[in-house]
């Protein structure tokens, strides 16, 4: 066996996207032709990966994408590839530093989860002119990225807007809600937000609506305290929140002002989960990392070694700087007491164990999740 039909072996294991992908590379060797460029002979797969992630209050980063990133890097170049990690806790001037970093050591392509979309853009310039290409990973960096994988993110927010007004039903204008965006440096918060906005709009009565500084839990449940003092406590009948991070800073200021309403999330974070569970929180947003990850992954590798993006980029999208970017976007799922079994057990990002600690037996037992 060659290297590459090694490596088309190895990818067949890994999943259908990681096929198509080496498929294609391996099409193109038996057709005589050789890796399109030359980088990629020198390379092979001893390919350094720089892999950049934004903070890590929000357990998905480390918990999940940076785990799931490795492993398919490894996987798609016979553990001869390594990942280069750095975290810039939040703070996009960091970022750029660490960006600059990974330049200096010569890093083949970079995955980068931006702080915010547009201060990384003169960073992703300076990674482009030195010869490394940048795959924007969940957020849509701006400046020449090679390629592009996230989830449908519009579809989030229109999904946590159709499950507010599930959970309230025809109490729906009965009251106020408030609205707990995200970070306003992240292009997905303004999509939660619009797709949110199309469900929700005519249909509830928005009391208070805040942008959350750095999608901090702390800075929502000082929100959330605002927005009770200022609309009253009867008032309030739902609350939308982009995340699970900042639903449980706003569960806690809900919890200590007396009051139960239906309160949306996203991530599927275990402790957003438990509180699904309890009755705390109505949903979250089941979003699969590991097609997500196992996309970016292919992307750099590809992106290393010369070969098309293609099969792995089958959107295209468009950024305030640039057009028709390759992308892969994943579908969501809206995640409730009913589907946990079906989410996140299934996918095993959690086994019932995890779910069901002694606090949320019970609740484990009425679900049917033992
Ligand atoms: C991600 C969410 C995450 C949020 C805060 C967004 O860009 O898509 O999954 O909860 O950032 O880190």
Redesign the pocket.
């Known amino acids: 066996m060659n290297t590459q039909m090694r490596r088309a072996a190895v990818a067949v294991a890994a999943g259908a996207m990681a096929v198509s992908l080496a498929a294609c590379g391996s099409a193109k060797e038996s057709g005589g032709s050789s890796d399109s460029s030359a980088s990629s002979a020198k390379k092979g797969d001893a390919i350094k990966v720089g892999l950049l992630l ?2 890590n209050q ?1 357990a ?2 480390e918990k999940f994408d940076k785990p799931l990133i490795e492993k398919k890097v490894a996987e798609l170049t016979n553990n001869k590839g390594t990942v280069v990690y750095a975290n810039a806790k939040q703070d996009a001037s960091t970022q750029n530093q660490q960006v600059d970093t990974m330049i200096t050591n010569k890093v083949d392509v970079l995955i980068v989860d931006a702080v915010d979309a547009a201060a990384i853009k003169s960073s992703v310039q300076k990674a482009k002119d030195a010869g490394i290409p940048v795959v924007a990973y ?2 849509l960096a701006q400046g020449p990225i090679s390629g592009y994988t ?2 449908d ?1 519009k579809t989030v927010g229109k999904t946590q807007g159709e499950a507010l007004l599930q959970a309230l039903g025809s109490k729906a204008k009965s009251g106020k809600i408030v609205m707990m965006n ?1 970070s306003v440096t ?1 292009p ?2 303004a999509q939660f937000k619009a797709g949110a906005h199309e469900v929700l709009d005519g249909k509830v009565n928005v009391g208070k609506e805040y942008d959350t500084k750095e ?1 901090k839990p702390e800075n929502a449940n000082a929100n959330m305290e605002a927005a009770i003092s200022a609309l009253g406590k009867k008032n309030i009948i739902g609350v939308y929140s982009a ?3 900042m639903a449980g800073g706003i569960i806690t200021a809900l919890k200590a002002a007396g009051i139960k309403v239906p309160v949306t999330g ?2 599927a974070e275990l402790a957003g989960v438990q509180r699904i569970l309890a009755g705390e929180q109505f949903m979250s947003v089941y ?1 699969p990392y590991a097609p997500e990850a196992d996309a970016a992954a292919e992307l750099a590798v590809a992106l290393a070694q010369g070969k098309s993006l293609d099969t792995v980029a089958k959107d295209k999208v468009d950024s305030p700087t640039d057009k028709q970017i390759p992308s892969l976007l994943v579908p969501v799922t809206s995640l409730t007491k009913d589907n946990i079994k079906d989410t996140v057990v299934k996918d095993g990002l959690y086994t019932v164990q995890d779910i069901c600690t002694p606090a949320y037996a019970a609740a484990c037992k009425k679900a049917g999740l033992q």
């Open positions: 934004p903070e929000t998905r980063y969940d957020r996230s989830f993110n995200g992240d997905n918060a999608w995340n699970d991070g996203q991530d979003k």
